[in-house]
């Protein structure tokens, strides 16, 4: 896998400890999809901070010359996704972080650490 994909993980993560992101999982589901390597998958405690987390992510990596392929649901902020191509960012409430339940959905994929990246 590509530093520069790691690289791109770690940024993102960082954005989001920044955001005061909760939970911030790091799948790799590159061994089970061809999807994308990583799904970031964080919460975020009311609209206004799911918002703010992915203005971050998307402002620190825009820094590092990494730009969204497509952002959907940034209006309702119930849960933003944020396609990168080799890394998804999955943003949640915490309703809907529990209803759609991705790290059970992706029980098979490997939870990273950033400290890993």
């Given at each position: 896998m590509a530093d520069s994909v790691k690289e791109m993980a770690k940024l993102a993560c960082k954005a989001l400890e920044?955001?005061?992101a909760e939970d911030i999982k790091t799948l790799?589901?590159?061994k089970i999809s061809v999807l994308a390597?990583?799904?970031i998958i964080a919460g975020g405690t009311n609209r206004n901070q799911v918002q703010a987390m992915a203005d971050n992510v998307e402002e620190v990596l825009g820094k590092a010359g990494y730009?969204?392929?497509q952002i959907e649901g940034y209006q309702n902020?119930?849960?933003i996704l944020m396609d990168y191509g080799?890394?998804?960012v999955h943003l949640f409430d915490k309703e809907n972080r529990l209803f759609f339940d991705l790290e059970?959905?992706?029980a098979d994929a490997s939870?990273?650490?950033t400290e890993e990246l």
């Open positions: 920044d955001k005061k790799n589901i590159s390597d990583y799904f730009h969204p392929r902020a119930n849960w080799d890394i998804v059970k959905v992706w939870v990273v650490k």
